[in-house]
């Protein structure tokens, strides 16, 4: 599912190239994912759950939980870091090796903990205030363009640095790891919620502190496991009243099904294999619906995800994959309904609501226009530097005739992207077309504002 249209679980990549010697802006064309190349995920339900686990960790911790973007790695490394402008990085590696929801809220409240002790990756003049992507294009050391395919992706570029400084730029001292480990315990606590699981996850990767360096999880290398550490978690669980309390049923079920998912999505076949037809619980159920889909078998996909909408029939994530199968398989108009379900149970979820949208406009009907607007209005409200989101935006007032609200759209994207001299352009366009005083005019004010402001190297 690799499509520059795909709705749902998405991808956007980072390519192996060195294109530029500091931070920039390029536009670029979809492209194809080079072999090994690092990518990042986008999923309302994946994200969704991220957040519902963080949410009482945040909350105990003073951090608002919408300032902390949540930005997740599609790799079988095992590791997690937060970065400079309160940004959580999370790889898949590390959900699927994790053994229950216990150890991913564990490293979610360790991360924290730095976020909270201000302990953030930052590299002055190349990561504060970057995207997520930039900032990933640079602490993997790969010097990545990356290319904008789906909501929330950006288009920056950022020159490789060599192994150690990545290592250098990642890791945290002992004492800060340290520190946030307690802190994050501390949270737990505040939370009535267990650290056991941080004892597990960190038992679980403890025995490769004896490894050589390039045999070690990428987490051990850039969180050292020391015995003080662990024996430090181990003292807590062994004396906090909260250590037997049962996460919320919920969040296991919520672990159990985005570990499904995200095999379904990655590896059908593993997945066929580890969830058999003779397993009849839910997360079974969704990830053969998934891999089936994944394989091109829609015959047998698209039965299992009525049977899951049936069995649930409240769930939005159920009804938003029943419209991605349709939509990739160009039943776009089939397509609708589902993912309107999907926004009725879910109103909130901006990625949700981009789907939705894409799929409105993809119709050519201009009856529908304006639902599409009204979608991707509320989405961006949540999701302002997206530059797909803008792109889908400015299609749709111009499919409407309205050049002054497209140029404004397109000055967003444009500033999304990085490119200030092409927002400056079309937010001066998009003042001589629209009303003085109106909520466009204002806004493309704004962005022409940004776009003449000094950066930070100037």
Do not use: C
Not at 248 to 265: I, Q
Not at 276 to 291: G, K, N, V
Not at 330 to 352: K, N, Q, T
């Amino acid at each position: 599912m690799r499509g520059f249209f795909s709705s749902g679980f998405r991808r956007v990549w980072i390519l192996n190239s060195v294109i530029a010697l500091t931070l920039a802006s390029i536009a670029a064309p979809p492209v194809a994912a080079q072999s090994g190349a690092p990518e990042f995920i986008r999923d309302a339900e994946i994200e969704h759950t991220i957040r519902s686990y963080a949410q009482p960790i945040f909350e105990q911790a003073g951090i608002p939980t919408d300032s902390v973007e949540i930005a997740l790695i599609d790799s079988n490394q095992i590791n997690a870091f937060v970065a400079d402008g309160m940004n959580l990085f999370i790889y898949t590696g590390l959900l699927m090796a994790s053994d229950d929801a216990g150890q991913v809220v564990g490293v979610i409240a360790h991360e924290t903990g730095h976020i909270a002790g201000g302990h953030l990756v930052r590299a002055r003049g190349a990561v504060e205030g970057a995207s997520a992507e930039a900032i990933l294009s640079m602490v993997l050391g790969v010097g990545a363009a990356v290319a904008s395919h789906d909501p929330g992706a950006g288009v920056a570029v950022m020159s490789g640095g060599t192994e150690l400084a990545r290592r250098n730029l990642l890791a945290f001292t002992r004492t800060q790891e340290g520190s946030a480990d307690a802190a994050g315990m501390s949270f737990l606590d505040r939370a009535h919620m267990s650290a056991r699981g941080m004892l597990t996850f960190f038992q679980k990767l403890q025995g490769q502190e004896l490894l050589p360096d390039s045999a070690q999880s990428e987490y051990v290398r850039t969180h050292p496991l020391t015995r003080n550490r662990v024996e430090a978690v181990q003292q807590h669980v062994a004396h906090s009243k909260w250590s037997d309390t049962p996460l919320p049923t919920e969040f296991v079920e919520m672990h159990r099904r985005m570990k499904a998912k995200l095999m379904g999505f990655i590896d059908p076949l593993r997945a066929l294999r580890e969830y058999p037809a003779s397993d009849p619980s839910i997360a079974a159920r969704y990830a053969r619906a998934i891999a089936y889909y994944r394989r091109g078998e829609l015959s047998q996909a698209l039965p299992m995800v009525d049977q899951l909408i049936a069995a649930e029939p409240r769930n939005p994530f159920f009804e938003e994959l029943k419209g991605q199968i349709l939509f990739e398989n160009s039943r776009v108009r089939d397509a609708i309904p589902p993912y309107r379900r999907s926004v009725a149970l879910l109103p909130d979820s901006a990625l949700l609501q981009a789907a939705l949208a894409h799929a409105l406009l993809e119709t050519n009907d201009p009856t529908l226009v304006d639902e599409a607007i009204a979608h991707l209005n509320s989405a961006i409200e949540h999701e302002r530097h997206s530059p797909f989101m803008w792109r889908l935006l400015a299609t749709g007032y111009g499919r409407k005739g309205d050049n002054g609200m497209t140029a404004y759209a397109m000055s967003e994207d444009a500033l999304a992207r990085g490119d200030r001299s092409a927002a400056r352009v079309l937010s001066e366009r998009a003042e001589k077309l629209l009303p003085a005083g109106s909520p466009g005019w204002l806004q493309a004010q704004d962005v022409r504002g940004m776009a003449e402001a000094p950066s930070n190297d100037e």
